[in-house]
Nanobody
Framework: QVQLVESGGGLVQAGGSLRLSCAASGRTFSNYYAMGWFRQAPGRERDFVAA???????THYADSVKGRFTISRSNGNTVYLQMNDLKPEDTAVYFC????????????????WGQGTRVTVAS
């Protein structure tokens, strides 16, 4: 079993910053898993935001967040999402996910999910 717990969400003004964290644990979790962040706004699909490979050497970003968000990883089992210059359209529930293998931008290729943390950006 794998548990993913997100934290760091909240309310912020447009132009502000937040840092999300995701702590992974569980007997079957492997530091070799790729990790990703997705977000889901009300009434919308869950969309890819960013992903990082097992050793942190490779990262991927959605076009909408490139240059503003940074994904990083420490100790193999903690993943961060630094979000700068936040915009109202970034408002969503943000989910952390872990992947054994597959396309890092494809939510259907992720094996484990957290419960999500809400981010609200006020204009």
């Amino acid at each position: 079993q794998v548990q993913l717990v997100e934290s760091g969400g909240g309310l912020v003004q447009a132009g502000g910053s937040l840092r999300l964290s995701c702590a992974a644990s569980g007997r079957t979790f492997s530091n070799y898993y790729a990790m990703g962040w997705f977000r889901q706004a009300p009434g919308r699909e869950r969309d890819f935001v960013a992903a990082i490979n097992w050793d942190g050497a490779t990262t991927h970003y959605a076009d909408s967040v490139k240059g503003r968000f940074t994904i990083s990883r420490s100790n193999g089992n903690t993943v961060y999402l630094q979000m700068n210059d936040l915009k109202p359209e970034d408002t969503a529930v943000y989910f952390c996910a872990a992947q054994v293998e597959g396309a890092v931008e494809a939510k259907e290729d992720y094996d484990y999910w957290g419960q999500g943390t809400r981010v609200t950006v006020a204009s």
